[in-house]
């Protein structure tokens, strides 16, 4: 067999194994060059402790080489994840929390020996509720004396942008998707206030950082101080401690008091949960996308069994609904942080390492409520164009028409001149028909509004 066969295009910069696909699975090739370090891994008890603290996610070895390399150690099988999602996708405490738990998982490392040899988003994901790491070849033989050597990229991509949101009122997402390999501290230390400067951590972490790091471009002098390894979990618990203590301040949007101020009436919100929850009491599916879910009050009334991605443009909406599913342990959501009309694309090498996310977002059942009149009257966007799309993701649309006598359309031509002849719900219907079985029609109580359940043809 090939070496390259089934090569994943992301698992490519890491000479201790990588990551392929056979049959349909995923799969972790071990090098025999990681052997030592992955032999430590699992008899220090790290791999079991991490897994027992559900911070890692569960693997099984393998005695099987499927490559047929020569320089083959261990096939590692991991969990399969239901959906894969990038930290430009992610809300403030999503990054948070992911930041908090990379830190956990080096603490734990150094108490067996051992070090996180990097420290990016890519590495964490969410899986049955809580953000684990899922590199297993992460670790690597801690050396006493020597220093954490993803110091610099956990701050860059971690710290640095949860610290710009905080003080600039930045999305985290967007400055991401601007520094995907992370933001350097120069750039951040510019950004922050300088009130910032008297905050130790800060300091020590950010602007310290960049004052370093201009002298080094310049005189390029090496330290010859050993890091011990109180030091090294000294530097770790004050970064916890200062990630901990980051909240984002209450700020108010159209969209996140969309319930509670901009729904046309209790009752009519009342009424459409039912009908929606009866939609979904009808049907078979295991995978459900909700686009535009706001809060999540719809995404909630799916099952339980099914995976479940969440998904709005308002992070402060994802970032609220992130925080209450972890409230209520509600372990099959994936909120994300998604502009429908700029997704996330492709991105790194050749523009395949990151699959942009409706490349990698298929699913049995698409929820669209109260979000057409979003799409074709503020965007500009036509019914045939959202019927391709949304036939493009789903089997099963549940998808809510709302008229142009609907005060929320109304409030939304108050300020552009009406151009949208063609915004009815006749040729709404002609345009799905071509691509969708109607199955059902039925009109929401309380408003105007009309649901529609269509079947892919």
């Known amino acids: 067999m090939s070496q390259l066969i089934n090569h ?3 698992s490519f910069r890491d000479p201790s194994g990588f990551i392929y696909e056979k049959d349909g699975t995923i799969y972790r090739f071990v090098s025999d060059n990681y052997s030592q370090d992955y032999d ?4 220090s008890g790290l791999a079991d402790d991490l897994l027992k603290k559900k911070l890692l996610l569960p693997f099984t070895d393998l005695s099987e080489n499927h490559t047929g390399r020569s320089d083959w150690y261990k096939t590692l099988q991991p969990q399969q994840l239901p959906f894969l999602s990038y930290a430009w996708e992610w809300s403030f405490e999503q990054l948070k929390d992911a930041a908090l738990t990379t830190l956990n998982i080096c603490r734990q490392a150094l108490h067996k020996g051992m070090i996180l040899k990097d420290a990016t988003p890519s590495n964490i994901q969410l899986v049955d509720g809580k953000y684990k790491l899922i590199d297993t070849l992460s670790f690597e033989t801690y050396i006493e004396g020597e220093s ?6 956990f701050c860059e991509c971690f710290l640095n942008p949860l610290l710009i949101a905080v003080y600039t009122g930045m999305e985290v997402h967007k400055l991401i998707l601007s520094y995907p390999d992370g933001v350097p501290a120069a750039v951040t230390s510019k950004l922050l206030p300088f009130k910032t400067k008297l905050n130790a951590s800060v300091y020590l972490h950010v602007h310290l950082q960049a004052k370093m790091a201009g002298k080094q471009s310049t005189e390029q002098k090496q330290t010859t101080r050993k890091i011990t390894k109180k030091n090294i979990e000294q530097i770790l618990e004050n970064l916890h401690s200062c990630i901990s203590n980051l909240l984002l301040p209450s700020q108010s949007t159209t969209w996140n008091n969309y319930y ?3 729904i046309l009436s209790e009752s009519y919100f009342l009424e459409k949960k039912k009908l929606v929850s009866s939609i979904l009491g009808s049907i078979e599916y295991s995978s459900v996308l909700d686009l535009g879910a706001n809060e999540g009050e719809f995404s909630l009334l799916c099952k339980n069994e099914a995976m479940v991605i969440s998904t709005d443009f308002d992070s402060d909406c994802i970032n609220r609904f992130y925080k209450r599913i ?3 342990k509600r372990t099959n959501i994936y909120p994300s942080v998604i502009d ?6 492709s991105m790194g090498w050749m523009n395949e390492e990151r699959p942009a996310f409706f490349s990698r977002t298929k699913v049995d059942v698409c929820m669209a409520l109260a979000l057409i009149h979003h ?20 089997k099963v649309l549940i998808i809510e028409f709302v008229p142009k006598s609907d005060p929320k359309v109304a409030v939304m031509l108050q300020w552009r001149k009406d151009i949208f002849n063609n915004y009815d719900e006749e040729t ?6 071509k691509l969708f079985e109607l199955e059902k029609k039925m009109n929401a109580q309380g408003s105007e509004r009309t649901m529609y359940v269509y079947r892919k043809k």
């Open 428 to 433: 709404f219907e002609e345009a799905f028909a």
């Open 260 to 262: 509670s101020e901009t």
């Open 375 to 394: 799409l074709a009257i503020a965007k500009n966007i036509t019914f045939e164009q959202l019927a391709a799309f949304l036939a493009s993701v789903c």
């Open 40 to 43: 430590l891994l699992m008899k």
């Open 8 to 10: 994943h295009p992301a």
């Open 148 to 153: 954490w050597i993803a110091y610099r990229q």
């Open 340 to 345: 429908l009309t700029y997704p996330s694309p």
């Open 326 to 328: 972890k409230e209520e």
